[in-house]
């Protein structure tokens, strides 16, 4: 199990199994909320993934529609995201994580938004914008090929 929390320890959170690819988002929105180069995300499946304590300090800020921003409210600390679209999946912030559990980032995804002042130096995958929606939401494409059998 791994455990996460915000900065000043007023929300918790838990996530059971290991984590999903990890990727560093260089979008023009996750430079702005992280105040850095890069988010670091990986994904978790929804129920793998528990608020333990201080789920009334979570604010939500929506920055695309449909697309959630969590973090601490009194901190300010990121720590997942959220999206309409794929509800079943949760996009953790690492940096809340102080073990990964091993996890390692396989790629640099909005490439083509980066900021002129960090110079990408490493050999992982690269995508100039959005990367195949496995990389993001493992399952993704498997799941919503089920609900379209089902509508049949
Ligand atoms: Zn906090
Ligand atoms: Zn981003």
């Known amino acids: 199990?791994?455990?996460g929390r915000c900065?000043?320890?007023k929300v918790r959170y838990e996530i059971d199994g290991v984590l999903g690819p990890v990727v560093m988002c260089r979008c023009s929105?996750?430079?702005r909320v992280t105040g850095s180069?890069?988010?670091?995300?990986?994904s978790v499946?929804?129920?793998a993934f528990r608020i333990v304590s201080g789920e009334k300090s979570i604010k939500s800020f929506e920055s695309s529609k449909g697309q959630f921003r969590r973090f601490c409210r009194k901190c300010g600390?990121?720590?997942y995201g959220w999206s309409k679209s794929f509800p079943y999946v949760v996009r953790v912030r690492l940096g809340s994580l102080p073990d990964a559990g091993g996890a390692r980032p396989v790629a640099h995804i909005w490439h083509g938004s980066k900021s002129e002042w960090?110079?990408?130096?490493?050999?992982?995958?690269?995508y100039e914008q959005e990367p195949p929606t496995d990389l993001l939401m493992p399952g993704a494409s498997?799941?919503?090929?089920?609900?379209?059998?089902?509508?049949?």
């Open 29 to 31: 929105i996750c430079r």
């Open 37 to 42: 180069a890069f988010a670091t995300n990986a």
């Open 1 to 3: 199990m791994l455990k």
């Open 77 to 79: 600390s990121p720590l």
């Open 7 to 9: 900065l000043c320890g």
């Open 118 to 126: 960090f110079e990408i130096t490493d050999k992982l995958n690269r």
């Open 45 to 47: 499946e929804a129920k």
């Open 142 to 152: 498997a799941k919503s090929a089920k609900k379209k059998r089902k509508k049949k």
